[in-house]
């Protein structure tokens, strides 16, 4: 972009010094710029026009009710170039039809013109700029607000899920339990065949230590840790090495 030189600078200030701007607080419906163009310059000569659509939800609901498809503006802002036309202009046309042709389709509307005193065009940009900042704001905290709701929302789904899993595994502990017999709750184990029989052909037995009719009744019986203590009485006498001689014989202690 170029730097405007100081003259230039100096016409542009002056000619927006000499501007005035007038506010349109309804617009007739269906109206374009280009027609309000049309109206406004019968007063002078017409520079910059902004109107302000109306909000989408409100469209989307008049088309889906069977409205008019075309889209309509809510309020509008003219500039003239000369402060002595925007004034003849919001005189002339506020609380006054349009006129025109009699048939024309926007002859019999009214307009509501306001002449803005010491009002400037980039007086209006600054504040649709300042509406447009507000408006992004407070859809970016809306959807900061929405993330953390879903945040939240995932972090108690798996909170819950964890919970039921360890619900769901007491539970099963707590059937396993209660459909054992009451003397054999724990962990489950009998004597190894092998060891019981090597033991009763052992010739200690032949010493008496050890009577072969206690071992014969332990063959192959569950045993519990909790109930150990009742069978410990056959083995109570036996070391866990006993040595005799050049024999050893290696006592497995069950656990």
């Not at 704001?137 to 709701?149: I, V």
């Not at 059937?175 to 052992?202: C, Y």
Request: aromatic share 10%; with cysteine.
């Amino acid at each position: 972009m170029k730097k405007l030189t100081p003259e230039q600078l100096e016409k542009a200030q002056k000619r927006i010094k000499r501007s005035g701007v007038v506010y349109l607080s309804s617009m007739p419906p269906y109206m374009k710029p280009t027609k309000l163009r049309q109206i406004m310059e019968r007063f002078g000569a017409v520079g910059r026009i902004f109107l302000k659509p109306e909000d989408t939800k409100s469209h989307k609901s008049r088309v889906k009710s069977g409205g008019n498809k075309k889209r309509k503006f809510d309020e509008g802002w003219c500039e003239f170039k000369s402060k002595k036309a925007a004034k003849l202009a919001a005189e002339t046309l506020n609380g006054n039809i349009i006129g025109g042709k009699k048939r024309g389709f926007y002859h019999d509307d009214i307009l509501n013109v306001k002449y803005l005193r010491g009002f400037k065009w980039g007086d209006l940009t600054r504040a649709l700029n300042r509406e447009k900042e507000v408006r992004e704001s407070k859809m970016e905290a809306e959807l900061a607000r929405e993330r953390r709701m879903n945040k939240a929302f995932i972090e108690n789904v798996e909170t819950s899920k964890k919970f039921n899993n360890i619900r769901r595994q007491r539970s099963k502990k707590r059937q396993r339990e209660e459909n054992e017999p009451s003397g054999a709750k724990g962990r489950k184990f009998s004597l190894n065949r092998k060891f019981v029989g090597h033991l009763s052909r052992d010739p200690l037995l032949q010493t008496g230590l050890v009577p072969g009719s206690r071992i014969n009744w332990l063959r192959g019986r569950p045993i519990s840790i909790r109930s150990l203590s009742l069978y410990w009485a056959s083995f109570f006498e036996v070391s866990t090495y006993c040595i005799r001689g050049d024999f050893l014989v290696d006592f497995l202690v069950i656990f």
